[in-house]
């Protein structure tokens, strides 16, 4: 599985940006990805997940500011993309942010895929 990463950019504290991830290769058990993010100094952190089955989460730090959405929401064998709405946002929120795929997460050994980072960095 590849994924490419795009969207992010430079955004004054209070201003919105929208990630995306495709995903390509062997997608047909691809039932979860995500974004994480790591900030300078820190290590990397869960931001958001959704499921093939349209089951989101978030970090306590990005509910009710960040959204994250999927294609084909009435497709719940797999998963193909994967977007994440970034409003309200704050110095803190500067990092790099990584897109996952998990491939088979409900297998004893899932495979997992990291996309290339793109970088968010919200001026105060």
């Known amino acids: 599985v590849q994924l490419q990463a795009s969207g992010g950019g430079l955004v004054h504290a209070g201003g919105s940006l929208r990630l995306s991830c495709a995903a390509s290769g062997e997608t047909g058990s691809l039932n979860e990805m995500g974004w994480y993010r790591q900030g300078p100094g820190t290590q990397r952190e869960l931001v958001a997940t959704?499921?093939?089955?349209?089951?989101?989460?978030?970090?306590?730090?990005v509910k009710g500011r960040f959204v994250i959405s999927r294609d084909n929401p009435e497709n719940k064998i797999y998963l193909t993309a994967v977007y994440l709405e970034m409003n309200n946002l704050r110095s803190q929120d500067t990092a790099i942010y990584y897109c996952?795929?998990?491939?088979?997460?409900?297998?004893?050994?899932?495979?997992?895929?990291w996309g290339q980072g793109t970088l968010v960095t919200v001026s105060s």
């Open positions: 959704i499921t093939n089955e349209n089951e989101a989460d978030y970090s306590d730090s």
């Open positions: 996952k795929a998990i491939v088979g997460r409900n297998w004893y050994e899932p495979d997992v895929y």
